[in-house]
């Protein structure tokens, strides 16, 4: 009788921390995808998948990579599954930002996140996966099933093509001709609004 | 006044526990969904229905019907069709629900006193309309309800 | 500065973001360490790399920070906007300075060719819409999956009366709901350009509400074309998933009330 308490609560335990995962997994998801519906779904299945194995898992502390490389899986099934007979702009990005409401704050989240979701899938996936998750790079790797060669350059690409887009974005927000290449650098610097 | 407070204490306890023990709710919970049919068809739904209250018991089962779109044809054929009629009398002494659409009223241009059996006009739970029988249906699911299509 | 592709430099670029993710071995990062004492263009790199990373935390915050959501407009996080605002300076700064001074465009076209939705189109839906703040979840909203299986007129008919009705309930009361429309078998109709009388209708729906999805089967297109030799030309905007079957038990396992129409 004790022993199935014990297991009964050990399954409860296991599934109240599955449960407190779901923000943290919803900020990945929605980092990979920038549409919240989307986010919430993959969310949801992964949470539902994790608790279907849960009684066959040993330790639900030691679940955290693992349960990201569901997330992972149910991102990828996602999108071999479905198309569209339309290319539908499905970015919640450009419903966030109003102009005339917008701090600075809100202004530098918001080109971010445009950034982000220029990047290729994988890139975008080491990039949150290391920076949100803190995962280390052998983690990574595990979660996306990938070499570990493949997660650092994935991860260098992904973190210069930010650098590159940041300072893009700015230039295009300003609405003023990009200076040509090898100008003195003092004559165009941008002014931050 | 101790005891004054004593006694206070032992009538509230007394109350909370009757309350408890209405405000249950019961174990079984199941919505029919009726968006279609003919005549014979919606006999054999109510019979069947019938039936689920029979094999469980109507104390334990919260069962309700939702009609929406072509399934109010339902309890506008109850209303010549005195079979019907008494079934659905029946099932309503039994506790059965009979929910009805108001976008389907309004959409289909009736009256639900006039073209519909014996519905209760009341606004609110007590009374028998729900602004969406869709709406309504996926509610009931979202409390627990199981979902039968007959 | 150098360019980091140079093959003379001691450390590559791969080197530096191990170290930013305190992912180098420690002989490594000893030597590492050295050099960046003396080596000020190092160092400014180490610095960016650090400020890119801080920049993606920054756009997604904390789960635990993140405010409740006030009817359709968050609330924001607890973060200095002038913090930030120099930190994006600084960052602009730094890079307009190393972008003249190694020429980068050819890395800078390479990015611009990977799927990049235009800048300008996503200003132009800028205006009007309301701020969403990365809400922690988004279980809030009723789900709901109706799903079609006949093609008879009458029954059509009033599917898409209720699922106006449904729509404008939802708006009505200010509340979100996610609704799906799946279908297949003979279902497939309502979806078809070539057969359905609801082109336009469906068409204004799916402009007039967010969260509303039409779904066609890819075996019952598969089947159609086997058995009666028809291609079937979908309305736009329809999303075809793999097996219409299979969605509805995801869906199911997912939590999503469903209604049979």
């Keep these: 009788m004790h022993s199935i308490l014990n297991f009964f609560s050990r399954s409860r335990e296991a599934r109240q921390h599955l449960e407190m995962q779901r923000a943290r997994l919803y900020r990945i998801a929605y980092a990979w995808t920038h549409q919240p519906a989307l986010a919430d779904d993959l969310v949801q299945e992964t949470l539902t998948k994790a608790m279907q194995k849960t009684d066959q898992l040993r330790d639900p502390a030691a679940s955290g990579a693992w349960l990201y490389s569901i997330l992972t899986n149910c991102f ?10 339309d290319d539908v702009d499905n970015l919640d990005l450009a419903h966030e930002w109003t102009p005339e409401r917008a701090t600075s704050q809100q202004e530098v989240v918001h080109q971010v996140r445009l950034a982000i979701a220029k990047l290729p899938a994988g890139q975008r996936q080491v990039v949150t996966l290391v920076d949100l998750e803190g995962f280390s790079y052998i983690e990574a790797a595990q979660i996306l099933d990938v070499p570990i060669g493949t997660i650092m350059s994935r991860l260098c690409r992904a973190r210069q093509a930010l650098k590159d887009l940041l300072s893009l974005l700015r230039h295009q927000e300003s609405h003023t001709d990009t200076a040509p290449a090898g100008a003195a650098p003092g004559t165009h610097l941008r002014r931050v609004k | 006044m101790k005891k004054f407070l004593a006694i206070l204490t032992a009538v509230l306890a007394i109350g909370a526990l009757q309350g408890n023990a209405l405000a249950a709710d ?11 049919g003919d005549e014979k068809q919606h006999m054999a739904t109510l019979r069947n229905i019938d039936n689920h209250i029979n094999a469980v018991g109507k104390d334990k ?3 309700r019907v939702v009609m929406h779109g072509n399934g109010l044809d339902l309890l506008q054929s109850a209303q010549k069709n005195k079979a019907l009629a008494s079934k659905i009398d029946e ?8 929910k009805v659409c108001e976008n389907t009223l309004r959409a289909k241009k009736l009256d639900a006193k006039k073209d519909l059996y014996d519905v209760n006009v009341k606004k609110g739970p007590e009374g028998d309309i729900v602004p969406s029988g869709v709406a309504e249906i996926a509610i009931l699911q979202n409390k627990g309800f199981a979902y039968i299509k007959p | 500065m150098k360019d980091p592709d140079d093959p003379r430099r001691e450390f590559s670029a791969e080197h530096l973001n191990a170290f930013v993710d305190e992912q180098l071995a420690p002989e490594e990062k000893s030597r590492l360490l050295l050099s960046l004492n003396s080596n000020e263009a190092l160092s400014r790199e180490v610095c960016e790399l650090r400020k890119v990373r801080d920049l993606v935390r920054l756009a997604y915050p904390e789960p635990s920070a993140v405010g409740l959501r006030d009817g359709r407009h968050g609330r924001r996080s607890g973060f200095s906007a002038s913090a930030l605002a120099a930190t994006l300076a600084t960052l602009t700064f ?7 001074l190694h020429t980068r ?36 909203p009723p789900r709901i999956i109706l799903h079609v299986t006949e093609s008879d007129p ?8 209720d699922l106006e009705g449904l729509l404008r309930h939802y708006k009505a009361q200010n509340q979100s709901v996610r609704v799906e429309v799946v279908t297949n078998g003979d279902g497939l109709a309502l979806l ?13 729906l799916q402009e007039q509400y967010d969260n509303l999805s039409f779904v066609a089967c890819q075996n019952t297109l598969d089947r159609l074309t086997k058995e009666k030799g028809i291609t079937a030309r979908l309305l736009p905007g329809v999303v075809i998933i793999d097996s219409g079957v299979a969605q509805l038990m995801r869906r199911q396992n997912q939590g999503w009330a469903y209604i049979q129409v």
């Design chain 3, 192 to 204: 078809r350009a070539d057969v359905t009388p609801y082109t336009r209708r469906i068409a204004r």
């Design chain 2, 61 to 63: 089962l919260d069962l």
């Design chain 2, 26 to 36: 019961k174990q079984h919970k199941v919505v029919y969904h009726v968006n279609g």
């Design chain 2, 91 to 98: 099932l309503k002494l039994k506790g059965v629900g009979f």
């Design chain 1, 76 to 85: 990828r099934d996602h999108f071999r599954r479905q198309r569209e007979t």
């Design chain 3, 154 to 161: 009458k029954q059509l008919a009033e599917m898409m009366n």
């Design chain 3, 94 to 100: 730094g890079m307009t300075l190393g972008w003249f």
């Design chain 3, 105 to 140: 465009v050819a890395d800078i076209d390479q990015v611009s060719q990977d799927n990049i939705p235009d800048a300008t189109a996503a200003g132009r839906h800028l205006a009007g819409k309301p701020v969403v703040t990365l809400a922690a979840t988004a279980h809030n």
